[in-house]
């Protein structure tokens, strides 16, 4: 599909939309909310981690109250079980056979709230519908309808009754990303407007599940020259044989670098992906997927660090006419 200059503006207009639309509830994040949208017309999974307090879980609903879509939120709790996710197959005498009830994964835009405090077990009930985009329950397949995201949020500082998300788990998100403290304007502009109660409730939807699923469609068209194939190959490979990292960059974590860039070059209304577009989101995809070695953290090395190294060695190609 070749994109035309329609296509972009569209394109543009509503990503702009929904993205300023959740900055009435959650203030200064612009950046951060650019990141979950993009992930969203990118067809990937977000995990929220930061302190209590900072909007992890607004940034959520507000998303899923932009768009005219159905919005499940599941509280993680240790006694969670994998088929209050999932759904269950119940008996129906009045038909005298078992009748599926669809679990709460089976919405557009599904909030994972505290999802370390489940265990293994139920988290990993996600995995299938994060990756495949549906789910398998008493040996019968059913597809989740699109437009699909999970949300998910941790609290990455509690660790009484957590459980860590495991490596494979945690692959399965395109981003992570935090919220971080609001700047003193913006938090004094947040008192001014939330002082008197939240505002959520006078939000609204601005476009509907089918204008993300013709978003992701155009992203999807956006072109990615081989060069800049490469290129994410060379930054993945470099996160892999560096002397500081245990566990690099995997195949999957390549194809969302991939996704996401694209994804931001049609929020700036280009139908070709560049560097810069690739550089903008290694942070957000690849600080959850990489596994410093402990003798590295011992020496204060961090992911992030790791990262920046990565983006300032690995060549990057030329000019836009070379790509």
């Known amino acids: 599909m070749s994109l035309s200059p329609d296509d972009l503006t569209w394109f543009g207009d509503r990503f702009a939309t929904v993205t300023s639309n959740i900055e009435r509830i959650i203030q200064g994040k612009r950046s951060t909310i650019e990141l979950v949208v993009s992930s969203l017309v990118a067809e ?8 209590p307090g900072v909007g992890k879980t607004l940034l959520a609903k507000a998303l899923a109250r932009s768009i005219d879509c ?32 669809p ?18 077990k139920t988290q990993a009930a996600l995995l ?3 990756e495949e985009q549906q789910v398998t329950v008493d040996a019968e397949t059913r597809v989740l309808d699109r437009p699909f995201i999970v949300i998910a949020t941790q609290n990455p500082i509690e660790h009484e009754g957590t459980y ?11 981003m992570r990303v935090t919220m971080g403290y609001p700047e003193r304007s913006k938090e004094l502009e947040m008192l ?74 049609a929020a700036d209304g280009r139908d070709y992906a560049s ?31 790791v990262i920046d190294q990565v983006a300032s060695s690995v060549r990057v190609p030329g000019t836009r006419s070379s790509l």
Do not use: C
């Open 44 to 51: 990937g999974h977000v995990l929220i981690e930061d302190v």
């Open 164 to 174: 860590p998300l495991p490596e494979a788990q945690l692959d399965r998100f395109m």
């Open 103 to 120: 679990g709460p994964v089976f919405a557009n835009v599904v909030l994972g709230d505290e999802i370390n405090r489940a265990s293994p």
């Open 192 to 265: 001014e407007t939330h002082g008197a109660g939240s505002t959520f409730d006078d939000l609204k939807a601005v476009i509907h599940a089918e204008d993300v699923v013709r978003m992701a469609s155009i992203a999807q068209s956006v072109h990615v020259a081989d060069v800049l194939r490469g290129y994410l190959i060379d930054v993945a490979e470099a996160t892999r044989v560096h002397p500081d990292i245990l566990l690099g960059a995997s195949p999957r974590a390549t194809l969302f670098l991939q996704r996401a860039a694209r994804s931001m070059a």
């Open 275 to 305: 560097p810069d577009d690739v550089k903008a989101i290694l942070e957000p995809v690849l600080n959850h997927r990489l596994i410093v070695r402990p003798e590295a953290q011992m020496r204060g090395v961090t992911a992030v660090e």
């Open 128 to 130: 299938e519908a994060m």
């Open 70 to 101: 159905t919005f499940q939120r599941i509280q993680f709790t240790p006694d969670l079980l994998p088929s209050d996710v999932t759904g269950v197959s119940v008996w129906d005498r009045e038909r005298g056979s078992f009748t599926f009830r």
